[in-house]
């Protein structure tokens, strides 16, 4: 029972009637009064830690190895070569190799073994395992048994054990805008302390770097006046995207925000879970915008609100380090003026209006346009090679295969909500889950989570790792690994789980 969150609440007799007539029930059976010491059955010992602690002085073991001597082909060899075999010997109708107990092919033997070496020595990994071994057993394949079949596929060491190696999937970027606003990216901000009404910021950024939009809003804002947020500073202004880039805000997750898009022909792009470089723009975005606001708030954090019009004005007036230019160069073909000139004669102005050339005008904005998208596609191709650089190779799943999940994200969760309990000792993979959509070209995966309190169950590969079977021929008792989904009520601070016995603890 200790190995559950369990509350004990008192129920009256007559209330607790199925208990009351359980504890009638005579026991089972009764231990015979002749049983030998080594047939005694202890409680408080799992069945498999029982058939480990008594493979020294279970005669029945004893005789099962020197009958398979005589069945087991390699044995018989070792057996028929002895005299001329340096080293090899038989004591007491056991045969040995130098000190080591020779172990004919007995599966349940071999198998309490390795659990003897792993699972009741710390779960560490094979050369440690085997080093417990190595000097007291030997089998044929010992070594190659317990490194590529049991020490991989032990179900506790998949969850507890912590990724060695770079996580895999690489980066995808999204390809180069044509138009400007043809290709938006919005998000939130906050929650902020409420000023003048407001506690939240909307940024909306155009994926070409040629215009962004920053508006005070708050944290109970529902679809409908987010439809109209959206209408009155951006539709306005700049007409209607081609597709939308953002996380999976419960707001763009709502049926009308969905519904309305797909009435007027927007695509919605959302990220997978977890995996906000989908939305880089948004997110690198909503970094400027906060070390913006710092320069322009009070001490007791006032004021923000109406700096945001500043902050906007210095976003886009700074140079695009993608791009080459401001937001203002890519709209208007020019910068604004900041400084006057220290000399008022020197100001350029055009002597009539016959020296503004409308069509040059148009024609050096897409230039600029053009020249800022090649220049995109080159930050690009460098921020996929350095990206790639801390990616793993690339794993390509298939539907029907099995994969662990990362929890470290739902680690961080569990660990400020939780009171009894430490994120320290969460597990750090859960599963296996079957995978029922792939989708490799993006690295993104859907799984089978029956008990999973989200709809989306899509991650990227970076999220993932390969779940080992067990070989069932080889380790027929090997537990097998039940799935963990480790949701995090809101208004809980337990975790829940499926009721299963922690794994072999010796």
Request: one cysteine or more; aromatic letters at 10%; hydrophobic letters at 35%.
């Amino acid at each position: 029972m200790v190995q559950y969150n369990l509350t004990i609440v008192y129920i009256r007799s007559e209330d607790n009637t199925v208990a009351d007539a359980l504890s009638r029930l005579p026991p089972s059976s009764f231990p015979d009064e002749n049983d030998t010491p080594n047939e005694t059955f202890n409680t408080w010992l799992t069945p498999s830690v029982n058939a480990v602690l008594t493979i020294a002085t279970d005669s029945a073991v004893v005789k099962d190895i020197t009958d398979r001597y005589l069945t087991d082909d390699f044995c018989k060899k070792v057996i028929a070569n002895a005299p001329s075999t340096l080293g090899v010997h038989c004591s007491n109708g056991l045969w040995y190799i130098g000190d080591r107990l020779l172990i004919p092919c007995i599966k349940d033997l071999c198998e309490n073994l390795f659990r003897m070496a792993h699972d009741c020595s710390g779960h560490f990994g094979a050369d440690k395992s085997y080093a417990l071994l190595r000097d007291l057993y030997y089998w044929p394949n010992m070594r190659h048994d317990l490194e590529q079949s049991y020490v991989p596929s032990c179900p506790d060491c998949q969850r507890n054990k912590s990724r060695t190696k770079k996580p895999s999937g690489p980066l995808h970027p999204l390809p180069v805008p044509d138009q400007h606003g043809d290709n938006i990216a919005m998000d939130f901000i906050g929650p902020l302390p409420a000023d003048e009404g407001f506690n939240c910021i909307l940024s909306i950024t155009d994926r070409l770097h040629s215009d962004v939009h920053i508006i005070p809003t708050h944290m109970t804002l529902t679809a409908s006046q987010l439809v109209l947020l959206f209408f009155d500073h951006w539709y306005c202004e700049n007409g209607l995207p081609l597709d939308i880039v953002s996380n999976r805000n419960k707001l763009f997750m709502s049926e009308f925000w969905a519904a309305l898009h797909k009435r007027i022909g927007i695509l919605l792009k959302m990220s997978t879970a977890y995996h906000s470089q989908t939305d880089s723009v948004s997110e690198h975005m909503n970094k400027t915008i906060n070390q913006a606001i710092c320069y322009h708030v009070r001490h007791n954090q006032k004021g923000w609100v109406c700096a945001l019009p500043r902050v906007r004005f210095d976003i886009m007036n700074s140079v695009n380090t993608s791009t080459g230019f401001s937001n203002f160069q890519l709209r208007l073909s020019r910068s604004p003026r900041l400084i006057p000139p220290l000399v008022p004669d020197h100001l350029e102005l055009p002597s009539n209006h016959a020296d503004f050339d409308t069509l040059q005008l148009i024609s050096q904005l897409q230039s600029d346009v053009d020249e800022a998208k090649d220049n995109m596609l080159q930050a690009k191709i460098h921020q996929t090679h350095f990206a790639n650089l801390s990616c793993g190779p690339e794993i390509k799943y298939h539907v029907g295969e099995k994969v662990m999940l990362l929890t470290l994200h739902r680690r961080r969760e569990y660990k400020h909500k939780g009171e009894k309990c430490t994120a320290k000792f969460f597990p750090h993979f859960d599963g296996p889950y079957v995978i029922t959509n792939a989708h490799p070209e993006t690295s993104n995966y859907t799984l089978d989570m029956p008990n999973n309190p989200n709809k989306f169950a899509t991650f990227h590969a970076s999220e993932l790792k390969p779940h080992i079977a067990n070989d069932d021929w080889l380790f027929p008792h090997q537990l097998t690994m039940s799935q963990l989904w480790l949701a995090i009520p809101r208004t809980l601070g337990w975790l829940r789980t499926q009721a299963r016995p922690v794994a072999t603890r010796c």
